[in-house]
């Protein structure tokens, strides 16, 4: 069985969808990607995850060295979260992802209840 895609015109943009970022099962941040490939590939991101190796939680590291980082389809909820962020955020060409948890010296806005 094959799923074809609703034909589109050429330069129709794709339109993009929001993934939630999982290190090792916990729901972290939540993102903007073309489709799941593209997501998988911000996941593999070597300053992502470095960034991802600096931040703390409670003073706890939000990722290890050797944490599994995996992209899955954000919630109705964790899509809430995303938009109210990209509201807030102030205009950059810099993707914009919305932290699901508390980060330490960071002032977050929480919608919804946390993980």
Do not use: W, Y
Request: charged share 25%; hydrophobic share 40%; glycine share 4%.
């Amino acid at each position: 069985m094959s799923v074809r895609e609703p034909s589109r015109q050429p330069d129709q943009p794709r339109p993009s969808q929001i993934f939630t970022l999982e290190i090792n099962g916990r729901p972290t941040l939540v993102f903007e990607a073309m489709g799941r490939a593209e997501a998988c590939e911000i996941c593999l991101d070597a300053d992502l995850r470095s960034d991802l190796r600096a931040l703390t939680s409670d003073k706890i590291p939000i990722c290890a060295n050797d944490a599994t980082l995996s992209p899955r389809p954000a919630t109705q909820e964790e899509i809430a979260a995303f938009k109210h962020a990209i509201k807030l955020a102030p205009t950059s060409d810099e993707p914009t992802m919305a932290f699901l948890i508390k980060i330490d010296g960071v002032m977050v806005i929480a919608v919804g209840t946390q993980h």
